[in-house]
Structure formats: structure tokens, C-alpha cells
């Protein structure tokens, strides 16, 4: 029966009549199909202590789990410390999971002490929803000896996102942040800062905790000319170092955006294959272990047209095993510095002034799947679409924000950044991409007659300077 139907035949003033009339609720529970008892479950509303449960716990012997669970989901609001016995079988005893997740949250809500020796058995359970409900339901406890130390026995819990609620709800225990109290703040002489280095010496003279955000596309391996790693093993050993520095420089909850794709090296012969490395797939573990918390994966479309084609050989012999895709796609992979702390947390750090001011107003993009033409630049054969910065840094940072890209190229993020009202931090090792930089960013500050982001170019040695004098 449609839900149209069922909302003609089972209206407001049905309703109210079955919640006041017990055997007229019986017998119209014997008599409906599933699809009408879950629709006036889920009409019911709000049950006073009057109501009587009897029907509804009648129910908890319904083979349809959805109606023994939303029978559950109301017999708690009528919150009687007698049906906790009922709740405690359902928990128990119940064949599916999410009948037994919704008992022992009916549990937790009674907020009565008599529950908390069903709770504690429950957080032995074998199915970590369970345990986690339980635990909710302990937390209602704060002084209470017994479940305090059964709660500190599950910091060893094998579900890892059972033993992080214990960390931060027992031992209080979140990423402790050198800085939070100037979260929107940072070193004066990054600002708007190009270091002509390798980024590895400079990450040693930039202090824990100083960037907002950090977009990069990192080298390929062996794929283009500036590529020099002996192995993938190397690349990876490489990035990995980065990536842990990049870490330790961004402020607590703040985002690391990682576009990467696939490579193909050739093959060097017809006699043999050519090798397919799966980088995005090979570096988000390093990523995981070194303290990131894996937020979204963006999938970056360009046009078919832009794509090298694969398909000729195909295309002719149609035979299975041959068939190669066109790789149109690349992946902008979205991270968090790993915290207690909730994203509202980040947000609050800002006044009300700046958090307006920050609003990503008018059209935005609601999915996962960005489409978005490839740029191509004359001086460097890799380069972001100005545009994929610009959707980075207004979905990730506020207005005057710091971001930074260690492997700056001709300095895309920076110049978005410029228009975005954001500060910005470059390192970039050769010389020639530096330079290209130098005459893009004074044009580009001069035409917008931006003096206050007059970009900085320095070598490693006036970098060092600069970090001393403002740290002495
Ligand atoms: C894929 S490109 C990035 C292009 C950039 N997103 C843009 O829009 O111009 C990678 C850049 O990293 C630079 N690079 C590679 N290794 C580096 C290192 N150790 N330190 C600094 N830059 C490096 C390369 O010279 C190259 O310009």
C-alpha cells in the first residue's frame, strides 16, 4: 500500500484514538499488513506515562525487524523504568542488530541507575553498535565508580572508533594543540612567502601548527621530466616525508587537499607490459597512519577530448582483456589533522564578523564529482585549473587565512588565494617555474592594486633570515 493511501486510511484523528483506545490498538495491529503498522509507528508521536505499552511490547514478537525496532523506538518514549526488563531481553536476545542497537538506546534514555548493570554487560557485546550505544548510555554516569571503570577498560577495544570515544570521553584525552588560542593567526614572515628550495629544508624553520590549509599536486613519479626517484618505493618514502611535515605544520582540525591520479610508464617495448601505479591508493595509508583522518574523495572529470586516447587498439579487435578506459578523472582526496575536537570547534575560532565574510555564497557544487577543463600552461606541463583551487580554498579556509602548496609549480594556489582575500605560502625548487611566479604575482598584485599581498620571493638562506628575526 502506498504511503497515500495509508495516509487517507490511517489519518491524525485515527491516530489519536488508537493511542487512547489499548484493545482497539490490539486489534488493529492483528489486523493491518506491515506497511500500515510501520506507518502509524512512525506517526505515533509523543506517548504520555498513561499509554498503554502492552501492544507495542506485543509487538517485540513481530517477524518484521523494522516493526520490532520502531516498536521499541516508541515504547521509550513513554521512558517507564518497568519496561526496562523488556528492553534488556530485546538487547539481549534480539536476531537483528539494529533491534538490539535501538533496545539499548531505550535503555540509556531511562537515565535511571537501575540500567547500568544491563549497560555494563552490554559493553561486552560482540557487535561494536551495541557496545557503542551501551557506552552512551553509561556516560549519563559520570560519578559512578563501576561504570566509570568499565568504560576504561575499553580503551583497549579492538573497533578503533570505540576506543577514540573512550579516549576523549575518559581520558579527555584530544590532539593537544600548541596553539588554539590564536587559531586564526599565524608567522607574519610566511605571509604571502615564495621559497625557491626543495620544501625539505624548509620545513625545519617553520614552526608546529602554522598553516590553515594545504592544497598540492605532488610530482609524478617518472611520469614528466622533473621526476627523479630511483623507485616507487623511493617516490612514496618521499611523499610520506612531506606529508608527515605538512601534518605537523597544519593547525589542529585543519584540511590537507591531495590531488594525485594513476600513472602509466610506458611500455618499453611491444614485448612488454606497461605498469599502472595506483599512487592516491598506495599514499592514503601512509596518510591514515601518520595522524589524518580521511574526510571525502572528490573526483576531479576533465573532458573526454583532454584525455590521451587508449581505446585505438581496442576499438578495432574488441577482444576482452584488452579493453584500456580513457582516464578522464583524477582524485582530490580530502583530509583532517586528526583531533577530538568537532569541525564547529574550527568554525568557532573566527568572530562573527569573519565567519560571514568567509560564506561560500551563491552556486556551489553539491557532489563528489567535479567536472572541470584541464588548464595547460606554457611553462609548466602540469599545472591546477585555477578554478580547483579556487573551490578548494572557499570550501576550506576563511578570508585571510593561510594556504600553502609545497609543490608550488607556477604558484596556481597562490594567485587563487590573491583573489580569495587568502594569504599564501609556496615553496617551489626550480628555478625556472620561480621565476615565471616573479612576474605573474607582481602583475597580478599590481593590476588588482593589492599592495597588502606584494608576494615575497626568497632563496633557503633569506627564508632562515626571516624566520630569525621574527623569532630571535
Ligand atoms: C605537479 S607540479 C605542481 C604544479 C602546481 N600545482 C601549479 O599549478 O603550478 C609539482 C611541482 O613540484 C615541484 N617539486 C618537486 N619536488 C619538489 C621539492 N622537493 N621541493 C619543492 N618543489 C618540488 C616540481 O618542480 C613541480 O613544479
New binding site residues.
Partial sequence: MNRSVLNKKINKENIHALKRDRQHLTSFLHKQSDSAIIYLLEKLGRLESEFSSEPLVDLLKHSNETIRSLAIKNLAKVNAISLLGVFAASAKNDTSTEVRREAVSAIGRLRNEKAISILIDLVSDQDPKVVMQAIRGLLVFPTNIEAKKELVKLKNHPNELIKEIISKEVDNVSCVSVSSEHHDKFPLYLKNTIVH????NVFKHIPDEAVHLTF?????YNA?D?SIYQSYEEYLR?LEG?FLEVHRITKEGRFFVLNTSPIIIPRISRAHASKRYAIPYDIHPYLIKMGWEFIDDIVWVKPEASAKNRNAGFLQHRKPLGYKPNAISEMVMVYRKKTGKLIDWNIRQYGSDKTKESRVLGKYETTNVWYISP?F?RF?K???PIEL?ERVIKYYSFVNDLVF?????????GKAAIDLNRNYFL????AQ?VSHMKEDFSKRSSLLRLDRVSPRFVNLADFVMLCRKENP
Fill in positions: 628550495s626543495d620544501v625539505m598540492t599536486s605532488p610530482p609524478y614528466r622533473y618521499f612531506v588548464a600552461n609548466h602540469a599545472v591546477f583551487c602548496d609545497p609543490f608550488a609549480g607556477i604558484g596556481t594556489l615553496t617551489e625548487q626550480e617555474y
